[in-house]
């Protein structure tokens, strides 16, 4: 590997349309080497000053540091939310030939 950290990040979308259309353009734009789509997420959380209770598609995006400025800048762009969460947790370990795979499938093409 180049020495670019992998990031895992999260974030939630509100149906499955959705998810997938946002899934499409991240990898599809480079930003994002796999993004895995898991359904049936409950989520709990407080938005306007009330609890609120929705049902949701959670995302799991696969990119690289940095990749991340640009993922962060685009994500709004694509998202129904006014504000979407999107969390990144650095990945420690894993298999060197898949961190590679995310290198690769991220970097720009030139």
């Known amino acids: 590997m180049d ?3 992998i990031l895992l990040c999260l974030c939630s979308c509100p149906d ?9 353009a991240l990898v599809g ?3 994002a080497a796999c993004i895995n789509i898991v359904p049936g ?9 009330s609890v609120q209770r ?4 959670l995302l799991l995006i696969k990119t690289t540091r940095s990749r991340y400025p640009a993922l962060q800048a685009r994500l709004p762009q694509l ?9 990144a947790v650095e990945s420690v370990v894993g298999l060197p030939a898949y961190l590679q795979w995310v290198v ?6 030139e």
């Open 79 to 87: 998202h129904p939310y006014e504000l979407p969460e999107l969390l």
């Open 104 to 109: 690769e499938s991220t970097r720009p093409v």
């Open 29 to 31: 734009e480079r930003l």
């Open 3 to 5: 020495g670019d950290a």
């Open 41 to 49: 997420l409950r989520s709990v959380f407080r938005w306007q000053g």
């Open 16 to 24: 499955a349309t959705s998810a997938e259309q946002l899934a499409g």
């Open 54 to 57: 929705e049902s949701e598609v």
